[in-house]
């Protein structure tokens, strides 16, 4: 195989995956957007986790939220618990890595708050005892998974469930699919408001 033909086979098995994404998750994604939309409007915030690949992807979502999107607008509460190595390390150091989200789930989100996590196998132990501690917080939480779900699928409120094995494909469309949420959750809110 030439190189020209594995970049074209990569971009077409990518094409084809959002096809199926679009046809089978539509309702999933607006489901997410009017979650994140009613969290926001009753002065909720979103957090976002993941690890490696998915960590950037918390960071660059909620950054869109933060800064904008789509449109000029005032700015909208979400948090990367990604980004605070001082937490994270020590977290790590006193109560071991699988406690670096859970930890800040508990000392930040509130009732009211949503909690979305990136990962494509959902079976990270930081992630699962993440969602574990939201749900005893009453906070909400969605997942942006792939390869069935894992155990974090069970352990949602909603769970979107990218039908691949491939990692970096997954995490391609959980991109994708972060960016059309935050688009249609702009455009809710601010169009509501007009």
């Known amino acids: 195989m030439t190189?020209?033909?594995?970049?074209?086979?990569?971009?077409?098995?990518?094409?084809?995956?959002?096809?199926?994404?679009?046809?089978?998750?539509?309702?999933?994604?607006?489901?997410?957007?009017?979650?994140?939309?009613?969290?926001?409007?009753?002065?909720?915030?979103?957090?976002?986790?993941?690890?490696?690949?998915?960590?950037?992807?918390?960071?660059?979502?909620?950054?869109e939220y933060v800064v904008r999107f789509g449109r000029e607008r005032p700015a909208l509460p979400a948090i990367a618990?990604?980004?605070?190595?001082?937490?994270?390390?020590?977290?790590?150091?006193?109560?071991?890595?699988?406690?670096?989200?859970?930890?800040?789930?508990?000392?930040?989100?509130?009732?009211?708050?949503?909690?979305?996590?990136?990962s494509t196998s959902g079976e990270s132990e930081n992630l699962v005892q993440a969602a574990r501690t939201a749900r005893e917080r009453g906070v909400g939480t969605a997942a942006l998974l792939a390869r069935g779900g894992g155990r974090l699928a069970g352990l949602v409120d909603l769970a979107l469930v990218v039908p691949t094995q491939s990692t970096s494909h997954a995490q391609e469309i959980q991109l994708a699919v972060g960016h059309i949420v935050c688009g249609v959750v702009e455009e809710l809110l601010f169009e509501e408001k007009k």
């Open 3 to 63: 190189s020209g033909e594995a970049v074209r086979r990569e971009l077409e098995a990518l094409a084809e995956l959002a096809r199926e994404v679009a046809r089978s998750q539509e309702g999933l994604i607006l489901e997410l957007a009017r979650r994140v939309r009613d969290t926001l409007a009753g002065g909720g915030r979103v957090f976002f986790c993941g690890n490696g690949g998915s960590a950037a992807d918390a960071q660059h979502l909620a950054a």
């Open 81 to 118: 618990l990604t980004t605070d190595t001082s937490v994270l390390t020590a977290a790590g150091n006193d109560y071991g890595f699988d406690q670096v989200f859970a930890r800040q789930v508990e000392a930040l989100a509130r009732p009211g708050d949503l909690l979305v996590l990136h």
